[in-house]
């Protein structure tokens, strides 16, 4: 029994502060463990992009593209939701707003890229890759901050499909 009641005390010690109520430090501390995080996630996505792209030439940009970008998603929401935000609220909201996240930015960067890539000589889609990664960073970290992990926004939205 003591050690039931313990798991729960440890589950509340990972519950992420509110964005608010974190010091400048912690803050800080937050974007250097998303950065090293969306960093090991761009090496994925850039490897698995390279190989079905560029050095192999089996798939054209943006199926490439697409592929990578599933895969450092799976990496990056994994390791960000446990070590950067301390988020043990609920796990599959937070997936499911981390795919509406990416039902918009996907279509933009794949169909937005692969228009820049058809300018570019064949050999380049990894700057274009490149280009779409760091908006990714940015706006990804915004979301994941402000929305995804946020425990006030993740608990109004499980209050609107709570039967009443």
Do not use: H
Not at 2 to 12: A, G, H, L, R
Request: one cysteine or more; proline letters at 4%; a neutral charge.
């Amino acid at each position: 029994m003591e050690e039931i009641s313990n798991e729960v005390d440890n589950e509340k010690q990972v519950a992420p502060a509110e964005p608010e109520n974190l010091t400048k430090k912690q803050q800080f501390i937050q974007i250097l463990k998303f950065t090293a995080f969306s960093i090991s996630a761009g090496v994925i996505q850039l490897v698995s992009d390279g190989i079905l792209c560029d050095w192999t030439g089996w798939l054209p940009w943006w199926p490439a593209y697409l592929i990578s970008v599933i895969l450092s998603v799976i990496w990056n929401f994994t390791f960000n939701r446990k070590f950067t935000f301390k988020a043990a609220n609920n796990i599959p909201l937070a997936m499911g707003l981390v795919l509406v996240y990416y039902c918009a930015f996907i279509p933009v960067s794949v169909f937005g890229g692969d228009a820049i890539a058809a300018q570019l000589p064949k050999n380049l889609g990894l700057l274009v890759t490149f280009m779409m990664m760091v908006i990714n960073f940015v706006t990804e970290f915004i979301w994941d901050k402000f929305i995804v992990f946020n425990r006030k926004v993740t608990d109004k939205i499980e209050n609107l499909f709570k039967k009443k």
